[in-house]
């Protein structure tokens, strides 16, 4: 079945650094890439998603690539800062016509040093 | 402000109980979804519901059942708890054939004694 794998599973950067996730998923037929972030105590939010016939996308200080071809999709966090701090999650989702199936990955677990 | 609220924060049961997690969404989805979060495994869907009355295993069924008898409500049921089934369970929904964001509630921590 689909498998999502995501590295690394901690990062730590000092801030105004950048912070680089990178997921790999294997289902040829996954056409759309969320991306979560979970503070403690919450339930994850979505932060930037992308379709399959898009390489990139950003929004401010962050931004996602997908590399189709290679199954890759990475998510970049520029400028960091402490609001940053979070685990992040990737995901693969299939699209059918009465129901999605989204695969998560194992979750990045991002500080940030002041 | 949307929003998917699930009926308790915090729970301790005992090996054995049954079981029952509350979800509601006020956003009118036809999807809903329950996962379990656990360190360095993600979130696993257990299952999921695409309409009314309507249910779908996800990875990991076993020791699990749902009821969607309303679009508003999705229950899941521990039927006999198990201490492997201490977990954070987080409930989610998002509409029908689109892409547009998955909303999640704000999870349940279980403990099962």
């Known amino acids: 079945g689909e498998n999502v794998e995501q590295h690394p599973s901690t990062l730590s950067v000092q801030e105004g650094d950048s912070a680089v996730i990178k997921c790999t998923y294997s289902?040829?037929?996954?056409?759309?890439f969320p991306w979560y972030k979970q503070e403690l105590g919450k339930g994850p939010q979505l932060i930037i998603d992308?379709?399959?016939?898009?390489g990139e996308k950003k929004d401010q200080r962050i931004a996602v690539t997908l590399n189709k071809t290679a199954k890759h999709f990475s998510l970049h966090i520029t400028e960091t800062q402490p609001e940053d701090s979070a685990v992040y999650f990737c995901?693969?989702?299939?699209?059918?016509?009465?129901?999605?199936?989204?695969?998560f990955g194992s979750g990045t677990r991002l500080s940030i040093r002041p | 402000d949307v929003k998917v609220t699930q009926s308790s924060r915090y729970l301790v049961k005992r090996t054995g109980e049954k079981v029952f997690l509350e979800c509601v969404q006020d956003?009118?989805?036809?999807?809903m979804f329950w996962y379990r979060q656990d360190p360095g495994l993600g979130l696993r869907l257990i299952y999921f519901?695409?309409?009314?009355?309507?249910?779908e295993k996800g990875d990991i069924p076993e020791g699990y059942s749902v009821s969607r008898e309303k679009k508003e409500r999705f229950s899941l049921i521990l039927e006999s708890a198990s201490t492997n089934q201490t977990s954070m369970y987080l409930c989610?929904?998002?509409?029908?054939?689109?892409?547009?964001?998955?909303?999640f509630g704000p999870g349940t921590r279980l403990t099962v004694l």
């Open positions: 995901a693969a989702s299939i699209r059918y016509s009465s129901a999605s199936k989204i695969i």
């Open positions: 289902d040829s037929a996954s056409n759309y």
């Open positions: 992308i379709r399959s016939n898009v």
């Open positions: 956003m009118d989805h036809e999807n």
């Open positions: 519901s695409y309409d009314v009355k309507m249910k």
């Open positions: 989610a929904s998002i509409r029908r054939s689109s892409y547009n964001e998955q909303f």
